[in-house]
């Protein structure tokens, strides 16, 4: 015999004609609901048998209804669309986020972490590459639900979100391959945390697997455009002509598309250009950036829903996983026939 399913909150939301907030908002007495409103929930609640799960409760009740959230780069607009559409998930279910930024030091994470703890957070999203072993295990004996994006392993109160940097990298340079390019550069920045160091490997696998057929360069500088600029240069200055350069982000990609502008350098008809994330500004690029698209919005709403015990859809401490999407634009084509004659006059006018 088939056993019946129990009742949701979404249900009750349904029969109510209201959403899954004003029913936690209800349930939990932590807001003001229109006493019309509050009957039609409290008769839906009876007509379906429905019985709210007490530790949700227990949660919403005696905690602070504030998330706590911490990245690497704010300026990167890659957390800030992360950070956006967690806190406008957070919104919907009555709770606020408090954000700190780390610059990619583990110091500033550590004190970030013990900030978050002291304001007595509801829950936290760690969504940095620096995370250190040491620290993860910490957080995983923390009464706290913790969200980790790219680094980590899930346990009972930890939740990560999980991209496959090295498999999404190994596309771009398979792609850029099969366009004829045998001459690659790298730019990157902080290879020595895991998800960075992942994309560089993947990019070295493999220029290794093609073996004498291509030639390449790494070169690295800051999370930024002013960093992808200085790469940029930074190739310009060497006797190495690549005919594409695989950025570690649209961060930096933006930089190293006006280092070769500059230069005289033409995109894509010289020289190629990808980048990883496929934040905002990627289409409005020039040219507009081929990338790896990681959709931001839903790993902000998927963290978010694993932190607030109100919300269905992530239960807490699940692993999700992310393949990210080759989006091909215009920033990107064959490889040129004549390699040399460009960069060469491209050099003489940078140095």
Known sequence: ?????????????????????????????????????????????????????????????????????????????????????????????????????TDYRVERLVRGIQGMIARRVSGLALVVTELEPSIVCDLGEQPLPVVLYDVGQPSANVTTIKINDYHSTRRVVDYLY???????????????????????RAFLDGMRGYGDAVRFETVGDSDSPFGGLRAARQLLRSDFAPTAVVCVNDFMAIGVLRGLREAGLRVPEDVSVTGFDDISVAKFAFPPLTTMAVPRDWIGRSAAAALIP???????????????????????????????????AAASAAS
């Not at 905690?63 to 300026?75: P, W």
């Not at 004829?180 to 992942?198: E, K």
């Not at 859809?313 to 999407?325: H, N, S, T």
């Open 178 to 200: 099969l366009q004829g390019h045998r001459r690659f550069a790298f730019v990157g920045h902080h290879t020595s945390h895991d998800p960075l160091r992942a994309r560089e």
């Open 1 to 101: 015999m088939e056993r019946q399913r129990s009742p949701t909150l979404a249900d009750v939301a349904r029969r109510a004609r209201v959403s899954n907030a004003t029913v936690s908002r209800v349930i939990n007495c932590v807001a003001v609901v229109r006493s019309g409103t509050r009957s039609r929930v409290l008769r839906a609640i009876e007509e379906l048998g429905y019985r709210p799960d007490e530790r949700a409760r227990s949660l919403a009740r005696g905690s602070s209804r504030t998330l706590g959230m911490i990245v690497s780069n704010l300026k990167n607009h890659f957390f800030l669309d992360i950070f956006q559409a967690l806190e406008g998930e957070a919104r919907r279910w009555g709770y606020e986020v408090v954000v700190a930024n």
């Open 310 to 344: 109100e919300a269905e859809g992530v239960a807490l401490g699940e692993e999700l996983q992310v393949d990210p999407e080759l989006l091909i634009r215009e920033s990107t084509g064959a490889a040129p026939r004549d390699v040399a004659q460009p960069w060469s």
